[in-house]
């Protein structure tokens, strides 16, 4: 086992933030930063933070906790919101995660930042590290901005960019899949498309890589996380729906997108596997888990 690290997680209160610390603290001691409501989790220290749009905040946040690690999870994965607030977006997905590195850089501290698949087309699908990514939505400009600046600047980074991730998050930050679950709860109408594909992953998967990150000082790689299936979004519902026993009747499919054209983000994952060393999990397995 390595030696125990202080990780810094900027969004800890997040969805992700909590799967992160929830694994992570079991070996490192975690700060995780918060702005309103966080799901407290034995051993991780939670610190008030809402400075992420100034350099000198950053940097006070990142001197006074000296982390070895720092995790920028912070920023909503959600595309519609960044169409309709792009310059939120960029103020957290570029601007505060670039501040933070600067921060991080002074004390030599890795850096791990969160990308997502929306950094691609979605034209080809199977996407794989070394594939050009020509983002055609906000939120996959901004954090394709972002990993450029991170890149060209930083000697000890990672970028993992994520397919959509599996997990049950908490009262105050809900999930994407906690939404659907509610809404097929309340037989709310629920209408997705059948053209839009990716490969979610069990966002426990997530924490693991990055643990294997950690242990391996691994450095200076864009590393892609994504599951087995490739399924549209409908489809996925359809399977959620079945794994918990949720009535179909309010699901309705949509042909969004140009006629007769898919829109594929899917993320081939090959080399992150051999970082894994892991079997990874069927979609129905990464389900059965959520049970
Ligand atoms: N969820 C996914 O499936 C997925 C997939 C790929 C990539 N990612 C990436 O993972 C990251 C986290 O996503 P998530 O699903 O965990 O989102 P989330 O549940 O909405 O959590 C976002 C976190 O960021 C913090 N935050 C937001 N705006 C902030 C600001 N201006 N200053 C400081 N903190 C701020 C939030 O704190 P408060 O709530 O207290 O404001 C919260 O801790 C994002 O960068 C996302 O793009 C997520």
Not at 80 to 106: F, I, R
Not at 114 to 131: H, M, Q, R, Y
Request: hydrophobic share 35%.
């Amino acid at each position: 086992m390595g030696a125990l690290k202080k990780i810094l997680i900027v969004g800890g209160s997040g969805f992700v933030g909590t799967h992160l610390a929830g694994l992570l603290s079991r070996k490192h001691s975690i700060t995780s930063t918060f702005r309103g409501e966080f799901t407290a989790i034995p051993g991780v220290e939670y610190v008030y933070f809402n400075g992420i749009h100034d350099k000198d905040r950053c940097s006070s946040l990142v001197q006074k906790h000296q982390p070895d690690v720092v995790i920028f999870s912070a920023g909503s994965n959600d595309p519609a919101k960044a169409e309709k607030d792009p310059s939120q977006s960029q103020l957290v997905h570029l601007t505060g995660a670039n501040q933070m590195l600067t921060a991080a850089e002074y004390l030599k501290a890795k850096y791990i930042y969160l990308s997502s698949d929306w950094v691609f087309s979605g034209i080809d699908g199977n996407f794989g590290e070394s594939d050009t990514a020509i983002p055609s939505y906000a939120l996959g400009k901004t954090k394709l901005g972002a990993e450029n600046y991170i890149r060209n600047r930083s000697v000890n980074h990672i970028i993992i960019r994520c397919a959509p991730l599996l997990g049950r998050g908490t009262l105050d930050h809900p999930s994407w899949l906690d939404h659907l679950r509610d809404a097929a709860a309340f037989h709310k109408p629920i209408s997705l498309s059948d053209r839009s594909i990716r490969n979610p992953v069990h966002v426990r998967e997530l924490a693991t890589l990055i643990d294997r990150v950690i242990e391996g000082d691994v450095r200076n790689k864009t590393l892609h996380l994504g599951g087995l299936t490739r399924i549209s979004e409908y489809q996925l519902a359809v399977e959620i729906f079945e794994t918990f026993g949720f009535d179909r009747k309010d699901l309705t499919m949509t042909k969004s997108g140009q006629e007769n054209s898919n829109q594929d983000f899917s993320l081939n994952y090959s080399r992150t596997l051999k970082l894994l060393k892991t079997e990874p999990l069927l979609l129905k397995q990464s389900l059965d888990l959520l049970k």
